[in-house]
């Protein structure tokens, strides 16, 4: 499976501003997607982010909060902007592999907290 | 609103025994089914897919899909205490996630 790999792995910041987080794959991937893990909650599909185009965001969620980049199939970004309290969540990326699309693997998350 | 619906738990079962995991959806159109397994602060794993109506068996664990009912279980035989963990089913629609069943095996 694809080796999958986020930075930061965990961050604490202050309302009103914005963290970037990144996401690597070892291998090419046909989709890459962006989820929230809210404490004892599972896990909700933020966007799904599309190589050369503008990612397709879930209900509830929006590209002036969490715009999305996906420069090529192995990158993407996901930004959290103005943060506040109830930003504070794991963001997890997962991707789809080549050719076993179906199969959906996980990176290890990045822990955020909003003060 | 398309929907995966799972008992939150907690599931109790006993070392050795056989743990039953089973997960509701609401869009009859879904094609594929995951069950993922995730520990406390770790991201989740994937541990079976299933397409076909039936059972799917990979060594200790069972999938189990019945697009009639619109139901997949997931079962645990010789349930491990290293078994314990949240226990998420997903439909692949939009990969959509039920909140999860922890699963508590005890020695």
């Known amino acids: 499976s694809a080796v999958i790999s986020q930075k930061p792995s965990r961050d604490i910041c202050q309302r009103g501003t914005s963290l970037t987080i990144q996401c690597q794959v070892d291998?090419?991937?046909?989709?890459m997607f962006w989820y929230r893990q809210q404490p004892g909650q599972s896990l909700t599909l933020i966007a799904t982010a599309n190589q050369g185009s503008e990612a397709t965001y879930e209900s509830g969620f929006v590209i002036d909060k969490f715009p999305i980049s996906r420069p090529n199939l192995t990158f993407s970004t996901l930004t959290v902007s103005n943060m506040s309290p109830e930003d504070s969540s794991i963001y997890l990326c997962?991707?789809?592999?080549?050719?076993?699309?179906?199969?959906?693997?996980f990176g290890p998350g990045t822990r955020l907290t909003v003060l | 609103q398309k929907e995966v619906e799972q008992n939150s738990g907690p599931l109790s079962v006993p070392e050795g025994a056989i743990a039953s995991l089973n997960c509701t959806y609401s869009d009859r159109g879904s094609q594929s089914f995951f069950w993922y397994r995730q520990y406390s602060g770790k991201s989740p794993e994937l541990i079976m897919f299933i397409y076909s109506n039936g059972d799917k068996e990979d060594g200790r664990f069972t999938a189990q899909l019945n697009k009639a009912s619109q139901y997949v279980s997931l079962l645990i035989r010789d349930s491990q205490p290293s078994d314990s963990a949240t226990y998420l089913c997903a439909v692949k629609y939009d990969m959509r996630f039920g909140a999860g069943t922890r699963l508590t095996v005890k020695p």
């Open positions: 291998s090419q991937v046909t989709m």
């Open positions: 997962s991707v789809n592999e080549v050719p076993s699309y179906n199969e959906q693997f």
